[in-house]
């Protein structure tokens, strides 16, 4: 089993930044894409940015220029660096990832989101 452990939340007013971070544990071979994404209330869960092992990266429209996705693949860990943010970047944000597992097959984890809140 592999657990997806996010931290890096909380309250922050518009224009601020705030870094995401997501940690993978348990017992797995390799982890393949990783990525982050957000649901806020009332709305579907959207791909907010997501990167390979190589380390190509896509966005959402709606980050692009304000959020840099990264990761440490030694720590098996995935940031999201979050800055500019706006009100409606609201929302529980969820990592995820694409994990060889048992038989070196591909398994998908879900984190348990972590909420971040731009208000002022």
């Known amino acids: 089993q592999v657990q997806l452990v996010e931290s890096g939340g909380g309250l922050v007013q518009p224009g601020g930044s705030l870094r995401l971070s997501c940690a993978a544990s348990?017992?797995?071979?390799?982890?393949?894409?990783m990525g982050w994404y957000r649901q806020a209330p009332g709305k579907q869960r959207e791909l907010v940015a997501a990167i390979t092992s190589g380390g190509s990266t896509n966005y959402a429209d709606s980050v692009k220029g304000r959020f840099t996705i990264s990761r440490d693949n030694a720590k098996n860990t995935v940031y999201l660096q979050m800055n500019s943010l706006k009100p409606e970047d609201t929302a529980v944000y969820y990592c995820?990832?694409?994990?060889?597992?048992?038989?070196?097959?591909?398994?998908?984890?879900w984190g348990q989101g972590t909420q971040v809140t731009v208000s002022s």
């Open positions: 995820n990832a694409d994990v060889y597992g048992l038989g070196y097959n591909l398994y998908n984890y």
């Open positions: 348990g017992i797995f071979f390799d982890i393949n894409a």
